[in-house]
């Protein structure tokens, strides 16, 4: 039974790569440290379901603490690495920058350091569509220049990249950088705009809509990221040894490393998303109208065709269906609350 080292397994996207990965025979071994960035007892849900399985093993602890994932590598000694241990969110990077300075940055060196010590058959490290910052040529592109992010959690992401890529040239590590575009879904994440939106309109709030509604995002549903996820672990890449790269891939001509997108590759303007929940909940959105919050972008928009070269696999679950799925889980979670669309 191959193991799996999945950070963040009690996380909103690390709870359903870490179940996927059990189902397909592999034994998952689960860092997490529950912090209370958002609700602990949301975490502590998706950990009870993890549990209940003989094969998964969670670990508390947090991946900046020194010594730790070494240990852990040493001890366990994973053949898949699925990173997605991080402090998220654009907004928060700005009131509490350290955050994601201790977490981001001195995490994914603990990591890396432990994988120079003990490789893994591969390492998949989650990175953003937020990576791509002032860029506004689109579809986003792997190959295209991500020089000027607009936050601080973009930066701490981008510069996770250029961390992993050093060691993989280095020490002959197999790196996946995998950026992902708005994930949504069941047992999704609580500062997030399809949870916040539900929860809201749920209640007969008022939503805040930035930049006037002026807004699109590659909304991903959490089931098709996974599936890219785990088809990614079999797409090993391995540095070229001519130094030549085909065309389109974003593999480095001097390491095992490229980076991938996975979205959904369709740029949905914030005003139809909203009319997706209010189909989903039978209900109409209140809004309030507001300009755009620093450290945002007004569009994002993925080509997922290395995904699709790679994998064979692109993500299609449609937004409207994507949110009845979430709502149908929130009703359930939560309790029903307002009438059944």
């Known amino acids: 039974m191959p193991t799996a080292l999945v950070t963040g397994a009690a996380g909103f996207i690390g709870f359903f790569a870490a179940q996927r990965l059990l189902k397909d025979g592999y034994r998952v071994v689960g860092l997490d440290c529950m912090s209370d960035y958002y609700d602990v007892s949301l975490k502590e849900a998706r950990l009870a379901l993890l549990e209940a399985n003989p094969d998964f093993r969670h670990v508390f602890g947090k991946v900046e603490d020194p010594g730790l994932l070494m240990s852990l590598f040493e001890e366990e000694r994973p053949d898949v690495v699925i990173h997605l241990a991080a402090q998220a969110g654009v907004r928060y990077s700005i009131e509490n920058p350290r955050a994601y300075m201790e977490s981001n940055l001195i995490g994914t060196f603990e990591l890396l350091e432990a994988a120079r010590a003990f490789p893994p058959r591969h390492m998949l490290l989650a990175s953003t569509s937020s990576a791509y910052g002032a860029n506004t040529e689109m579809p986003y592109q792997e190959t295209q220049k991500a020089d000027h992010q607009v936050s601080f959690y973009a930066a701490t992401k981008k510069s996770t990249e250029n961390m992993a890529h050093s060691y993989a040239h280095l020490f002959d590590l197999p790196i996946t950088m995998f950026r992902f575009f708005t994930v949504y879904g069941p047992w999704g994440r609580p500062d997030m705009a399809p949870y916040k939106f539900t929860k809201a309109i749920l209640a007969g709030e008022t939503i805040d809509v930035y930049n006037y509604g002026d807004m699109k995002r590659d909304f991903t549903y959490v089931e098709d990221l996974v599936e890219a996820i785990r088809l990614l672990i079999d797409a090993v890449p391995v540095r070229p040894a001519d130094g030549v790269v085909p065309h389109g891939d974003s593999l480095s001509p001097v390491a095992p490393w490229r980076v991938v997108n996975i979205g959904n590759s369709d740029a949905v303007q914030l005003t139809d998303f ?41 993500p299609k679950t449609d937004v409207r269906d994507g949110m009845k799925a979430f709502v149908k889980w929130y009703r359930e979670f939560y309790g029903n609350l307002g009438p059944e669309a």
């Open 274 to 314: 909203i009319e997706a929940i209010e189909e989903a909940t039978g209900l109409k959105a209140t809004r309030n109208l507001m300009p755009m919050q620093a450290g945002d972008v007004p569009a994002t928009w993925a080509d997922a065709s290395l995904l699709k070269s790679l994998t064979g696999y692109q």
